[in-house]
């Protein structure tokens, strides 16, 4: 969540700067600019996490998954 902090800061500065919008009016319009592609981007992890692949990238990176794709008894291997 901490890693679309900047991006929605960026949009509210923009907005406040340039469109001349309040500040609550600037963090309704980052948040419903923000908003979607976080979702989208949290519907990524988790549905590589949940392909069977192994080739995927997030295999390299198992703390992102919510599970081990290779099962609870695996011995913590990934």
């Known amino acids: 969540m901490t890693t679309w902090l900047p991006y929605a800061a960026s949009y509210v500065t923009l907005f406040v700067s340039h469109l ?33 692949s192994s080739k995927s990238p997030l295999r390299l990176m198992p703390k992102l998954c919510l599970r081990s794709k290779s099962g609870a008894g695996s011995g913590g291997k990934v």
């Open 20 to 52: 001349g919008r309040t500040f609550l009016g600037a963090i309704k319009g980052s948040i419903l600019k923000v908003l979607p592609a976080a979702l989208l981007g949290v519907g990524v992890v988790v549905s590589d996490c949940l392909m069977p």
